[in-house]
């Protein structure tokens, strides 16, 4: 079982930057696809962004494209998720996970971490 554990969040102005992590621990997260998801207040969970273990290759929610770069570091057992621009609707709080099929789906995802908050203000 993969353990994962976000930081980084905090309140930052519009236009502004900041860059989440999220530690593994249990078991190395090497082989498990990464993604980034997030739920503002009063909406469902939303995907941002995902990166495959293999090919590295990265998908972009259509609102962050652009703006948003999701990373890996499998040496620190560490996913990155640099947020540029930031715009009042990106307030939410942000998960990672981890899953084994590749996609868009929350389905896809076997272990979640706890969420940190994002508050971006006009």
């Known amino acids: 079982q993969v353990q994962l554990v976000e930081s980084g969040g905090g309140l930052v102005q519009a236009g502004g930057s900041l860059r989440l992590s999220c530690v593994a621990s249990?078991?190395?997260?090497?082989?498990?696809?990464m993604a980034w998801f997030r739920q503002a207040p009063g909406k469902e969970r939303e995907f941002v962004a995902s990166i495959n273990w293999i090919t590295r290759n990265r998908d972009d929610a259509d609102s962050v494209k652009g703006r948003f770069t999701i990373s890996r570091d499998d040496a620190k057992n560490t996913l990155y998720l640099q947020m540029n621009s930031l715009k009042p609707e990106d307030t939410a709080v942000y998960y990672c996970?981890?899953?084994?099929?590749?996609?868009?789906?929350?389905?896809?995802?076997?272990?979640w971490g706890q969420g940190t908050q994002v508050t971006v203000s006009s």
């Open positions: 996970a981890a899953g084994i099929i590749l996609g868009r789906g929350q389905s896809n995802y076997l272990y």
């Open positions: 249990r078991r190395s997260m090497k082989n498990y696809h």
